[in-house]
């Protein structure tokens, strides 16, 4: 009976993955009938302007798949390996992380190419989630949930300062940004794609290839030590492949939140625990959620739209609490 119930729950995931696709390509400022998507898409001679409206959104959807998958399994992994219900990239700071090198690169360095953005985001994200985890750790009962969400929120205040400090002067760089920082896969080129594309797909991998030692993890440092699990090596592997998957994306699509927080919830759910279930799940579940959110986005805001990173907060922020909620903390 279980098996029935994860095999319709994958097929339902699926069909939900394909709608989203299809919603994606037929909603805009132009509203195209799916009829006329499939032919734009079965068709390799259709010149209509809706089939070439079509094309125009393809990229735009695969990078919403790719991105969503991306932040989905980053929050799974930074969930496993802090062992905290709360840890996603935008609540540890990571996000903010990259955002700060990001903006940092633009008004000193001058950089203005996706190529540039990913480098310069995945150095942020990489030094701000090791400072993260480095404070966390402080004190006696090391790295504890509680402390990690802290030192997150506490350094994410303190580097989103630091943009606001670099920005306001600089009336370049904020145009450059405020776009930007909101959230957004509106501006996906196929350039851009196969930029972050191998990152992504190291990072998936490495997650994949790490899923039983951070099942062993979750049983704590003793057991899973005694199962033969090097803890802090199987945490920096973790560690990297979220920061490869969460800078990739953010370089291109600003700092996405909620994600990551959501994802991995409604995963653990349906699927139970186990990270080898859980982490190509996460996948298509996060690459459901970006997308529909961006899709909401541009139907809420017609004629224009609203971004997809805003969407996501709200759908977000009441699970967050739910979280918060339930969770049964011991001390501080």
């Known amino acids: 009976m279980k098996y029935t119930k994860r095999i319709t729950v994958l097929i339902i995931s699926l ?26 898409l079965l068709t390799a001679n259709a010149d209509s302007i809706n089939a070439l409206v079509v094309r125009e959104r393809i990229p735009r ?36 992380g990259a955002s700060l090198f990001v903006v940092s690169g633009i008004a000193f360095f001058h950089i203005n190419t996706a190529g540039q953005y990913i480098w310069f985001a995945l150095a942020g994200a990489a030094l701000t989630a090791v400072f ?20 997150g929120a506490a350094t994410s205040a303190a580097l989103s300062s630091l943009v606001s400090a670099i920005i306001l002067p600089r009336t370049e760089v904020m145009n450059a940004y405020r776009f930007w920082q909101v959230g957004s896969i509106s501006g996906a080129t196929w350039e ?11 990072g998936l991998l490495i997650g994949i290839l790490s899923a039983p030692a951070l099942n062993a993890l979750a049983l704590g440092d003793d057991v899973a030590t005694g199962l033969g699990v090097n ?19 953010t370089a291109l699509a600003g700092p996405i939140g909620f994600v990551g927080l959501m994802v991995p919830h409604i995963m653990r759910l349906l699927w139970g625990p186990d990270l080898r279930l859980m982490i190509p799940m996460s996948a298509i579940g996060g690459a459901i959620i970006l997308t529909i959110s961006d899709v909401i986005g541009r139907l809420i805001g017609t004629p224009g739209e609203l971004e997809a990173g805003i969407v996501t907060a709200f759908l977000g922020a009441p699970i967050l609490i739910s979280i918060a909620m339930r969770a049964k903390v011991r001390s501080l």
């Open 231 to 249: 803890t802090g090596i199987i945490r920096i592997t973790g560690a990297l492949a979220g920061v490869l998957l969460c800078g990739a994306v």
């Open 192 to 202: 851009g794609i196969t930029k972050v594309l191998p990152l992504l797909l190291i």
């Open 61 to 96: 959807t695969v990078f919403g798949i790719i991105a969503g998958a991306s932040l989905g399994v980053s929050g799974v992994l930074m969930q496993a390996i802090t062992r905290n219900p709360i840890a996603d990239p935008s609540i540890l700071g990571v996000n903010t």
């Open 15 to 40: 069909i939900s993955l394909v709608l989203c696709i299809l919603a994606s390509l037929a909603f805009g400022a132009r509203y195209i009938s799916i009829q006329e998507v499939l032919n734009a």
């Open 132 to 151: 993260v985890y480095g404070i966390g750790s402080m004190g006696s009962g090391g790295a504890t949930p509680i402390k990690l969400a802290l030192a």
